[in-house]
């Protein structure tokens, strides 16, 4: 198990990229921001074709808030 967390934070910089037909750098998008996790897309920088995506998971401690409810007022 702990060689996988080393993949955990893994980020993209080239993947292959189909329109151009060879490995291309990526741009990583924030598309979707969720209560425990961030959804990201991988586009080619030459072409813009979306390549793949990640999610983060949010980091452990962070509070969630269901919704419909309200945080108390700061001090």
């Known amino acids: 198990m702990k060689r996988q967390s080393q993949f955990e934070r893994l980020r993209a910089s080239e993947l292959y990229c189909p329109v151009c037909r060879k490995s291309q750098p990526v741009r990583e998008r924030l598309m979707l921001v969720l209560p425990r996790a961030e959804l990201y897309e991988y586009r080619c920088v030459e072409c813009g074709a ?24 700061a001090p």
């Open 50 to 73: 979306s390549l793949g995506s990640r999610e983060v998971s949010a980091p452990p401690g962070v509070i969630t808030v269901p919704s419909g409810t309200s945080l108390p007022p």
